[in-house]
């Protein structure tokens, strides 16, 4: 019926619930008894020393006053000193006669000269003298601001009257209640709190078989805010990762298998035909094969970079390099291009910017997808524009141009990998659906952050990368 962790949790209870009750019991049978007999002994003595002092005051001595005291406690009832309810749970009238004899003999008398007169056997008869010290324990008797004697007390208990022994039964029977009662507090809130604590670990443990089975996507909820709640909810994140991750690896099998296929598609046919005699190996037609080689190579190159980003590999020889010096290197790189088609290619560098660490020839890498794809975008006649600037204590490189923008629907996905806003544009030029992702691994590897603007379609582009100056 129980999960094991919700019966330990209530043997756990239970186990605390009858600890206390034993503890509790046996404190009490420590201290209970010992406490009303000194509380009973205590109150005789009262009575005792009350009796005494008025017969002393009434006589002037002691001279007959055993034979008052037997004569008091041999006939009728006395008036008795009342008792607190709560102690004896009824008055000196119903203490049994051998009980009232029992507790007088817990009392002796000694006067004021040492002697005593009422005995307390076996060690002090009547006439003995009582050494100073055991004097000095006992509670004297004043008259008129003189001691006139002193009482000594046995060190046995009391006998104890039928109400008292009633009160001690009846305290013992609450106690045998009141632990029975935490017993089964303990049990009832041991298995509640196991169920409420069992349920969401259920429903986890199923949840965790059910992704080991293939269903990578699981989302058990989230019933509180404490522990486990943050357990339930740390494993909806987990799980909605991997199974994300699990897609995007898909996806990219896929994207890779399909960038794959058209060079080689395009290199088998040829080879095909050149074999069968069909093609004659010019060239030009060679020249093709290479170029579609070459276009693997740099799919290939591409994957390993992202591959290395995503592992955290990727190598960086970080140095301290001048912004305007890695512009200046792409200009040129690409003014021969930009003139070619007719677009109009401008650079402006701030004055004074710090320099920046960073792995020189991944950054020419960063800057030149960012280039070659403002320049396949821009029209002749277009703009481009290279800037290197301060923003608050970051230096900002921004590549900008006047094609024709981004769509605000395509905006959030051009640094994945293999995504083409046009997807009919599909290796047209070779591009791959890369070129972002590359310059996102890159710069991220860098601790920087690159962030794509535009206005919207046919508004130009911006691109702009974040980086902390060198220290
Ligand atoms: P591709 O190799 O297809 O250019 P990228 O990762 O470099 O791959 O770019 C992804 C997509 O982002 C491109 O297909 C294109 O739609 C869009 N894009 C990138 N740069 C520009 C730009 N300067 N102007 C307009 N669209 C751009």
Redesign the pocket.
């Known amino acids: 019926m129980f999960r094991s962790l919700a019966r330990k949790l209530t043997l756990a209870f239970l186990l605390v619930a009858i600890t206390v009750a034993l503890l509790v019991a046996a404190a009490i049978r420590l201290t209970g008894p010992g406490y009303f007999d000194r509380l009973i002994v205590e109150q005789e003595r009262e009575d005792f020393r009350a009796t005494l002092a008025s017969y002393y005051q009434d006589h002037g001595s002691w001279d007959g006053v055993q034979q008052y005291l037997e004569q008091q406690r041999d006939g009728p009832p006395p008036q008795a000193t009342p008792q607190p309810e709560t102690t004896s749970g009824s008055g000196d009238g119903n203490i049994p006669p051998d009980i009232r004899r029992e507790r007088h003999q817990l009392f002796g008398l000694v006067d004021a000269q040492g002697v005593v007169v009422i005995p307390l056997l076996p060690e002090f008869a009547v006439g003995t003298s009582v050494p100073p010290d055991v004097l000095a324990q006992g509670e004297s008797i004043e008259v008129d601001g003189q001691v006139v004697g002193t009482i000594l007390t046995a060190s046995r208990p009391p006998g104890l009257n039928p109400a008292e022994l009633a009160y001690l039964q009846r305290t013992s029977f609450a106690l045998v209640l009141a632990s029975v009662g935490a017993v089964l507090v303990a049990l009832v809130v041991g298995v509640l709190l196991a169920r409420t604590l069992t349920s969401p670990l259920h429903a986890l443990t199923e949840a965790i078989h059910r992704m080991a089975g293939g269903e990578l996507e699981q989302e058990v909820v989230v019933k509180s805010a404490d522990e486990i709640g943050e357990l339930a909810a740390a494993f909806n994140q987990m799980s909605q990762e991997v199974a994300r991750a699990n897609n995007a690896r898909r996806q990219m099998t896929a994207d890779v298998a399909h960038e794959l296929r058209t060079p080689l598609t395009v290199i088998a046919g040829y080879i095909e035909s050149m074999r069968d005699g069909a093609l004659a190996p010019t060239p030009e037609r060679l020249s093709v094969i290479y170029a579609e080689i070459e276009h693997l190579q740099n799919l290939v190159g591409d994957l390993r970079t992202l591959t290395q980003a995503d592992a955290g590999e990727l190598k960086l020889n970080k140095q301290s390099v001048s912004s305007g010096e890695l512009l200046q290197q792409a200009f040129a790189a690409f003014e021969h291009q930009a003139a070619q088609k007719g677009v109009n290619l401008e650079m402006e560098v701030m004055e004074g910017l710090p320099p920046i660490e960073v792995d020189e020839g991944r950054l020419a890498q960063v800057l030149g997808?960012?280039l070659s794809?403002?320049l396949?975008?821009?029209p002749g006649g277009g703009q481009i524009e290279l800037g290197a600037a301060l923003d608050g204590d970051r230096v900002t490189l921004t590549v900008r141009?006047t094609?024709?923008?981004?769509a605000d629907d395509?905006l959030p996905f051009?640094?994945g990998r293999f995504?083409?806003?046009?997807k009919s544009?599909s290796d047209e030029n070779g591009?791959?659906?890369?070129?972002?992702?590359i310059a996102k691994a890159i710069v991220e590897a860098h601790g920087g952050r690159i962030e794509a603007h535009?206005e919207g379609k046919g508004r130009g582009?911006m691109?702009v990368i974040h980086f902390q100056p060198a220290q």
């Open positions: 997808n960012l794809n403002a396949r975008y821009t141009d094609g024709p923008g981004i395509d051009i640094f995504y083409r806003s046009d544009r591009e791959s659906g890369l070129g972002l992702a535009s582009s691109f």
